[in-house]
Each structure stands twice: as C-alpha cells, then as structure tokens.
C-alpha cells in the first residue's frame, strides 16, 4: 500500500544552524500535510500544515515545503535550539468514502547540540 | 485547561483481560482518533470517528472496538487483550477531520 516515508531517521545539528527534515509520500490522492514534533513521553504537537493548493507555508522559525511533482514534503527549522530536539512526524491527510484518513511516517529524531 | 485527557496514564493486564482505555475532550471537537505507537512503526490509526454517533476502522482495528456516544468521549475496548496490544496509545481530537490534530499524553500499556 500507497505510505509515508522518511530520508533520515537521526538528524543531529548545532545549535544556530538550520536544519532541514525530509518526507516522501506515495498517495497522489492526498491533499493535506502536517507535521507534528514528539518529546518524550508526551503525545505529537501541530507544527504547521499545508494543503495541496500551496507550496509553501511559513511559521515562526519554521517552513514547510511541498513539491507535488516528486510527492516530497519538508520541514526547515531556521535557528534550531536545544528545546527543538525531539522526533518528527509528517503525516498525510486522503480522502476516502467522505472521510480523511491520516497516516503518519516513522519520524526523525532531531537531535540540537549546544 | 482546554485538551484531551487519556487515563489511565498506564497499565499492566494481564493476557486475556478486557480492557477500556478513556479519552475526553473539552473543545467540542468533531473528529477523534486512536492510534497506537510501536518503536520504529510511528502511529498507526485504529479507529475514527468524524462526529458524534459515528466511526470507522483505521490501518490496525482488528482486536479493538470504539464507541462515540457523544461528542467528548471515545473510549477504545480491548475485548480480549494479547501481548501484540502492548503498545502506546494515543488519542487525538480535530476542530473537523481535515485540521490538525490535538493529542493526549498517552497510555501506556502492557500485557503480559
């Protein structure tokens, strides 16, 4: 079946730098994207989102692209901070019988070195 | 404080128990969701429900049933709980289901 996948599953940065996690879906069916960030031991937090209309959308400190034509998603985090370590998740939103169905990728750790 | 609460925050069972995870919501959001979260799987959707009196199966329902009786709770049943359950779940609430999700914190549970 048709899902959402990750490049990198560790992303390791320095403090200040930007960092940039990737995320490849299948379904050219779906139509919305969000990325969400875990801590540990607590659930997914909304990042940011963007529908399929738009190729970029941007936030504080954060951007999300969207290239339809190779079906990629990212997430660019412009200054990262230690308080930015923790695993994150795009996820895809389909259509299907009048209900949208999300599927999540695996995650990437992004881990911010001081 | 406005969210989702999940209780309980976790559990042991022991094979062949039935179970009752809780979720309530205070944003009288339309849409739920559970998901459970293995090491190295990410979340997988069990069940949904879009509004109240209505649900649906997701990518893993098989084990698990929902009911949404009105628009805050959605508890999920274990009806006859086996150790590939173990696992943790997370509920989720949307505004509708084409806008972000809110989650819990999580139960983990554990069945041995």
């Known amino acids: 079946g048709e899902s959402v996948g990750l490049h990198l599953p560790t992303l390791s940065v320095q403090e200040g730098d930007n960092s940039i996690i990737n995320c490849a879906y299948s379904n050219s069916a779906s139509d919305y994207f969000i990325w969400y960030k875990q801590e540990s031991g607590k659930g997914p937090q909304f990042i940011i989102d963007?529908?399929?209309?738009?190729d970029k959308r941007q936030g504080q400190r954060v951007t999300v692209l969207l290239n339809k034509t190779v079906k990629h998603l990212s997430l660019q985090i412009a200054a990262t901070q230690p308080g930015d370590s923790a695993v994150y998740f795009c996820a895809e939103n389909m259509g299907s019988g009048g209900s949208y169905i999300p599927t999540f990728g695996r995650g990437t750790s992004l881990i911010v070195h001081p | 404080i406005a969210g989702i609460t999940q209780a309980p925050t976790s559990q042991i069972l022991a094979a062949g128990r039935r179970m009752t995870l809780r979720c309530t919501q205070d944003m009288r959001h339309n849409a739920m969701y559970w998901y459970r979260q293995d090491l190295g799987l990410g979340l997988r959707l069990i069940h949904y429900s879009n509004t109240a009196g209505t649900t649906g199966k997701g990518e893993v329902p098989d084990g698990y049933s929902v009911s949404r009786a009105n628009t805050d709770d959605f508890p999920l049943t274990l009806a006859s709980a086996v150790p590939s359950q173990t696992s943790v779940y997370f509920c989720?609430?949307?505004?509708?289901?084409?806008?972000?999700?809110?989650f819990g914190d999580g139960t983990r549970l554990s069945i041995l």
């Open positions: 989720a609430s949307s505004e509708e289901e084409d806008q972000p999700q809110h």
């Open positions: 963007i529908r399929s209309n738009m």
